[in-house]
């Protein structure tokens, strides 16, 4: 349709059924480039050495065991065995929240992260804003000094302004999140109050 557009099309994989946390893997399709700058981007991506851990790993990604191959039973039912794992965790997790006053969070669907958003006092925002803080920094910073619970602050992804999020995975185990929750709604009500 576009025959002298110039595509370049990339993807990065990590944290899939492939991968396991902590392995990275990349690949990209060059379509129309001219050669002296794909010949340049080529150099580029060859002279930074890719691991060759990483190089299997986006195989098995992007060429998973099919039906017939020795490997395909084991593959289906991990596959499934994962799968129903998370979303059993990602309820989990929502319910949990949800749970909580002055925390709702939208159903995981699609992702190991939840976004809870926070509805914060005035008070806390003034701290915060007297600090130099975002709000929601401020609130993960305490929560994680006063609980060893680690969230990411929301601002740090765009959100719409004068909302309140944070981020966190659902990946540990049930137990664990469990725990984590439960921590998380010790610290919540007690710190909210704190500026009532």
């Known amino acids: 349709m576009f025959p002298n557009n110039t595509l370049l099309s990339g993807n990065v994989v990590h944290c899939n059924l492939s991968l396991r946390c902590g392995l990275r893997g990349a690949f990209m399709e060059v ?12 150099k580029l991506f060859t002279v930074s050495h890719p691991n060759t851990v990483g190089q299997v790993c986006i195989d098995c990604a992007v060429n998973p065991p099919k039906p017939g191959d020795p490997s395909y039973a084991t593959f289906t039912s991990e596959r499934e065995g994962i799968l129903v794992s998370l979303a059993e965790r990602a309820q989990l997790v929502t319910d949990a929240f949800n749970s909580i ?6 159903e995981v669907q699609g992702s190991m992260f939840a976004f809870p958003r926070l509805d914060l006092p005035a008070k806390l925002i003034s701290q915060a804003k007297r600090l130099g803080q ?25 959100q719409k302004p004068g909302t309140f999020h944070f981020r966190t995975t659902i990946l540990p185990s049930p137990e664990l999140l469990k725990k984590m929750v439960q921590r998380f709604r010790v610290f919540h009500e007690k710190f909210i109050q704190s500026f009532m």
């Open 101 to 106: 006053p002055g925390v709702q969070c939208n």
């Open 134 to 158: 975002e709000p929601d920094y401020f609130y993960a910073s305490q929560l994680l000094e006063h609980t060893g619970v680690f969230v990411v602050p929301g601002s740090g992804f765009g």
């Open 31 to 42: 379509i129309n480039m001219d050669p002296d700058v794909r010949a340049m981007l080529t």
